[in-house]
């Protein structure tokens, strides 16, 4: 069997955003209201404007044919289901026909709400009670509404195997819609900021108060998805059918999408001025402002055929208000304006807002309040309330009077917390907060010594130099924001201790060749700007008496021995630090100056040669040898040499071996001379 639709339109004080939805804000002091025209899963009704019911369709269980309720008020509200019709009347009683049982006794009851044999009803204490069970295989009874929103609902309404309620709480701020029962198709689904809601089966739509809409269940994502289309414009009604979904816009026109194989889908050419829609298992019908009803989709059982004698239906139509809006509030910036609606008759059910700042509409600023801005000094702010209520267009009412912004408002400091974190040493960087009350703020920075401004620091950073050491460091901030007075703010004052210097400095070096009788030169490496070095040289780890220059001649005493340089980098305002190069074994010297020697005498038996040695190092000692042929001759170690008759035809020479401490010895000798 094919399960019956009903569907129940209900709105709620909206003020909160929207899951999944971005409402305006709504303001309403909205009792529940039913719909007058309703369609069930094989049948429709509406109620006239004199309180009368008139169904037509499918009627099992005579379901079409209501009862006299003579003697009970007008009915306000039409409820058809497949296991019965029920009716609200203007004496808040239920009256039920058709098979439908085990109705409780039900008193001061505002809305009533039901589908495939589950019914439910909200009383003016804003409790809900349910009765009657489900479609097959489904028939188990629905649970009752959780007893946290108990006595805050504001309307009520049941689907195949779960219900819907909106609800609000105005002492724990919250509210929305939330679904209880069958979970097979995420109905229990929260959504804020409705002002509608709708169901068939285990489908569901909700409306916000700024037009948009949004889908969830188990039969969407195979009919139509819970994408709804981005052409419906602003919606002031919606209706769940079968696998598809309606919509009324602020422009009268109804679109549906999902499920069309019966027409149900197919609004008919024409069909304008609609203020409700209302869908079924496979039909749909819509009333005009004038009270018309219309029809379409799947007739087999007359569904479609509206009686040309059934009365207009009962509207609630919205008028123009008696008065303007009214604004509340002061004239300073930062401070908030509330909109009073003025005198509306009939009520509507709830209010939409749109300010306006010297006659341009704000984006986004659509509630009932809004808090003044900078941009709104000097200008003058209005407002233009829109009413709506079910069954009805929304009507715009008059634009308020412009109301002058006149006083800047004041930055407060408390809202700008202002720190400065950083090294508070020589050389250390600081940091003020960027903390701002808007992003549109202006801020500037001059940064303070002892009190008074350090020329050209007036950014937000500021490294102190040596000039700060000892020295009290603080920054004045001044946040300007146009509507506002601007706001002049010192930090404290952040004595500056002792920098240190890099904290890993380079290792000296030091170039020149090491070898004894040459220089060394230190190289410190590269340190701060600004940083002067005092010098230490040592051998084997032991200072060098007066060993202090960037310099140092290598001695004697230096020769086969570790030498080291220790580089000290100072800075005013800083601590010193001391480093120290890498140890160098310094090698033997090398003779620069070491000239052969010559040989002054004649070469004759009984004659003496004299050796003549000049232009070797000072400080050199000599020894010597002379030579015959090459070969030393015995004893002959001093500068002179007696010519002997041995010597008579043979080669005459000198060799000489120069020698100072710290530096390889060097040989040389002389050119020989022939002895006649």
């Known amino acids: 069997m094919r399960r019956l639709f009903v569907i129940i339109f209900v709105f709620l004080f909206a003020i909160c955003a929207e899951i999944g939805i971005s409402p305006s804000k709504a303001e309403t002091d909205l009792e529940p209201t039913g719909l007058t025209v309703a369609s069930g899963a094989n049948h429709s009704c509406s109620i006239d404007e004199q309180g009368a019911i008139s169904c037509w369709g499918m009627d099992g269980f005579n379901i079409t044919n209501p009862p006299s309720l003579l003697g009970i008020g007008r009915s306000t509200q039409i409820v058809p289901a497949l296991g019965g019709t029920c009716a609200l009347t203007e004496m808040k009683w239920v009256h039920c026909w058709g098979p439908t049982s085990g109705i409780p006794n039900l008193t001061d009851i505002i809305q009533i709400s039901g589908s495939y044999g589950r019914f439910c009803a909200l009383d003016s204490r804003k409790m809900a009670t ?3 069970k489900g479609d ?59 002002v509608q809601i709708s169901s068939f089966r285990d489908e569901n739509c909700a ?35 079968d696998g598809y979904s309606c919509a009324v816009n602020d422009e009268g026109r109804v679109h549906c999408w999902g499920r069309n194989d019966l027409g149900q889908s197919d609004v008919p050419s024409g ?60 004239h300073k910036v930062g401070s908030a304006l509330k909109a009073i609606a003025g005198d509306w008759t009939p009520k509507p059910d709830y209010f939409t807002y749109q300010w306006f700042r010297d006659g341009v509409a704000l984006e986004n600023e659509t ?73 549109a703020m202006t801020v500037n920075y001059q940064w303070l010594r002892d009190g008074m401004p350090i020329p050209n620091a007036v950014s937000r950073q500021y490294q102190t130099s040596p000039e700060d050491y000892q020295r009290k460091i603080s920054v004045q901030r001044t946040s300007s924001l146009y509507g506002y007075i601007s706001d002049v703010l010192i930090s404290n004052d952040y004595l500056i201790r ?103 005498g004649v070469a004759k038996v009984n004659q003496t040669l ?51 401490p710290g530096y390889e010895p060097v040989t040389r000798t002389s050119t020989s001379i022939t002895v006649k």
């Not at 295989?137 to 007893?147: G, K, R, T």
């Not at 929304?394 to 400065?420: H, Q, T």
């Not at 220089?519 to 701060?528: E, F, I, R, V």
Request: aromatic share 8%; hydrophobic share 35%.
């Open 130 to 132: 349910c009765w009657g």
């Open 136 to 194: 097959e295989p489904y028939s188990d009874v629905l649970a009752p509404a959780p007893s946290d929103i108990q006595g805050h609902i504001t309307s009520i309404v049941a689907g195949d195997r779960h219900a819907c309620a909106i609800y609000d709480d105005p002492i724990r701020k919250v509210g929305g819609v939330t679904c209880w029962g069958g979970n097979f198709a995420k109905e229990r689904v929260q959504v804020a900021g409705a």
């Open 207 to 241: 409306l916000s108060g700024s037009g948009k809409v949004k889908c969830w269940g188990w039969a969407l994502p195979y009919y139509h998805g819970e994408e709804v289309p981005s052409n419906l414009g602003k919606v002031i009604q919606i209706t769940t059918g």
């Open 271 to 330: 069909l304008s001025n609609i203020i409700e829609v209302a869908a079924g298992l496979n039909h749909t019908c819509a009333v005009d402002s004038e009270g018309k009803t219309t029809c379409w989709g799947w007739n087999g059982d007359g569904q479609n055929n509206v009686s040309a004698s059934l009365g207009k239906v009962l509207l609630n139509k919205l008028s123009m208000p008696n008065s303007v809006p009214v604004i509340l509030g002061t």
């Open 367 to 439: 509630g009932s309040e809004k808090g003044l801005v900078g941009a709104d000094y000097q200008k003058n702010i209005s407002v233009e309330i829109t009413g709506h209520k079910i069954l009805s267009l929304p009507v715009l009412g008059l634009r308020s009077a412009e109301y002058y912004v006149n006083e800047p408002g004041s930055i407060d400091s408390k809202l700008l917390p202002f720190i400065v974190s950083g090294d508070q040493v020589v050389g250390g960087t600081l940091l003020a907060d960027d903390y701002y009350y808007s992003t």
């Open 498 to 600: 002792v920098g240190v210097l890099p904290s890993n400095p380079p290792i000296p070096t030091f170039s020149g060749q090491a070898r004894t009788g040459n220089s060394l030169k230190a190289n410190p490496g590269d340190w701060d700007s600004g940083v002067t070095f005092t010098y230490q040289w040592f051998r084997d780890g032991v200072p060098i008496p007066d060993a202090t220059l960037a310099s140092y001649q290598l001695g004697e005493t230096d020769c086969m021995h570790l030498i080291t340089l220790k580089v000290t980098g100072s800075l005013q305002g800083y601590s010193s630090q001391t480093m120290t190069s890498d140890p160098t074994v310094i090698a033997l010297g090398m003779l620069t100056r070491t000239q052969a020697p010559k040989i002054k």
């Open 610 to 660: 004299v050796s003549s040695f000049l232009g070797w190092d000072d400080g050199v000692k000599f020894n010597y040898q002379w030579l015959r042929n090459g070969v030393a001759i015995s004893k002959a170690t001093t500068t002179k040499y007696k010519i002997t008759s041995k010597d008579k035809g043979k080669k005459i020479s000198i060799r000489i071996t120069g020698k100072k």
